[in-house]
């Protein structure tokens, strides 16, 4: 790892580690889920950096951790997060899901980009199911592949 690249990922982490230190904005996301008819899916919203890695997880949806593995793309990408504190109930077909995060300014309009993973267990899993890039004028609600109606997000 080259000195300015080894730099570049220490203010990057340094960033997403202490919000309060660096100018930082509240982020509100919301998304709808399609009525599909299966149970409750499990959601994974995380934060991907420029070079499709993983930055952080902002929420779990779905506390039964024997599920997690079928939110591939986000295991493969975050692995075995930490998940105390960011992790709540299944969300219902046709239901919402509505996280809040704080997030470093300089993470606006860098590259980097919200994911959300889904499974449910009468369906095909679909990683990356809708994505939105992380800007300071948020981009118009998305629709996602196969489980997410629409996807968007506001400042606070």
Known sequence: MTCRSWL???TIACALALPGAAHSRSLELTLQLRPYGG???YLAV?????????AATLWVAGRKAKYHKHLSAWRRLCGNARLSGITGASVGAGRSLSVSADLAEVLLDAGYEI???AADEDMDDSPADA???LRRQPPPPQAGRDFVAALSYRWR
């Open 131 to 133: 994505r939105l890039p």
């Open 8 to 10: 570049a990922s220490l």
């Open 39 to 41: 149970q409750g899916a």
């Open 115 to 117: 994911r959300i993973d």
């Open 46 to 54: 995380y934060l991907v950096d420029p070079q499709g890695q993983c």
